[in-house]
C-alpha cells in the first residue's frame, strides 16, 4: 500500500537542483525557499493553482523558476541559523500565497517532538490529498540521515514494506526512499518537523 505524487522535471533534475543558484547564500541556505517553490510549481501543475506562480507552469525554464525563487526569498530566504522553527515557514510561505491573491491559506505544522503515529497519520492525509510535505531534519544520531540534517527538503510519497513504512524524499533534484520512523526518530533534542497545507476551499 502506497501512493507516490508526479512530481515535476526541469533540465533533467526531479524539482529544483539547489547547487543550480547562482546566488552563493541560496545554495548554501536556501532549502526552505525550495521546498516552498517546488510546492507552488506543483500546485500549479497538478492543482491548477495557476497564481501561485509568475509563469505558464507547463513551460517553466530555469530562468522561471529563478525569478520565482527572489520572490519566495523576501519570506524564506537563508538566515543565521536557517529556518529551523517551522512557525517561520509556516509564516514565510503563508505571507507568500497572500501576496500572489490566494486568500487566506492554512498552513500548519507538525514538530518532530510530537508522537510518531500522528506523524504518519498525518503524512499519509497529505500525500493522498495529493499535497507534498515539506519536511525539516535538524539534528540526527544516526549517520544514515547525515545528508539531510540541518536541511528542508520534500516527502513525495509513501509505501508499507517488508523493513517498514517509508518515504519517499526528494531534494537536490533526487528522490530517495527513506524509513520514516528513523526519520522521524532523531535522539537529539532539536528535531524538526512536517507542515502542512490546506487552502479555501478544498
Not at 547562482?22 to 500546485?43: E, H, I, L
Not at 514565510?92 to 491573491?101: P, T
Request: proline fraction near 6%; charge should be negative; charged fraction near 20%.
Amino acid at each position: 500500500m502506497g501512493r507516490v505524487l508526479e512530481h515535476f522535471w526541469i533540465d533533467g533534475s526531479y524539482g529544483w537542483n539547489q547547487d543550480w543558484f547562482p546566488d552563493f547564500f541560496m545554495r548554501m541556505g536556501g532549502c526552505a525557499a525550495v521546498t516552498a517553490c517546488d510546492c507552488c510549481v506543483y500546485f500549479a501543475l497538478r492543482q491548477g493553482r495557476t497564481g501561485l506562480v509568475p509563469f505558464d507552469p507547463a513551460h517553466m525554464t530555469r530562468a522561471d523558476y529563478l525569478n520565482l525563487s527572489r520572490l519566495m526569498k523576501r519570506t524564506l530566504g537563508p538566515r543565521m541559523r536557517g529556518v529551523d522553527r517551522l512557525e517561520l515557514y509556516e509564516n514565510g510561505f503563508a505571507d507568500y500565497l497572500r501576496s500572489m491573491g490566494q486568500g487566506e491559506p492554512q498552513v500548519g505544522g507538525y514538530e518532530g517532538i510530537l508522537p510518531y503515529e500522528g506523524a504518519e497519520q498525518r503524512l499519509i492525509a497529505q500525500i493522498d490529498a495529493g499535497i507534498p510535505v515539506p519536511y525539516l531534519l535538524l539534528k540526527h544520531v544516526s549517520p544514515e540521515f547525515s545528508f539531510y540534517e540541518w536541511h528542508w527538503f520534500l516527502l513525495m510519497g509513501y509505501e508499507r514494506r517488508p523493513e517498514g513504512f517509508s518515504v519517499q524524499a526528494v531534494t537536490y533534484g533526487t528522490p530517495r526512499w527513506l524509513h520514516f520512523p528513523r526519520l522521524w526518530n532523531t535522539g537529539n533534542e532539536e528535531k524538526g518537523g512536517m507542515i502542512l497545507f490546506s487552502f479555501p476551499g478544498s
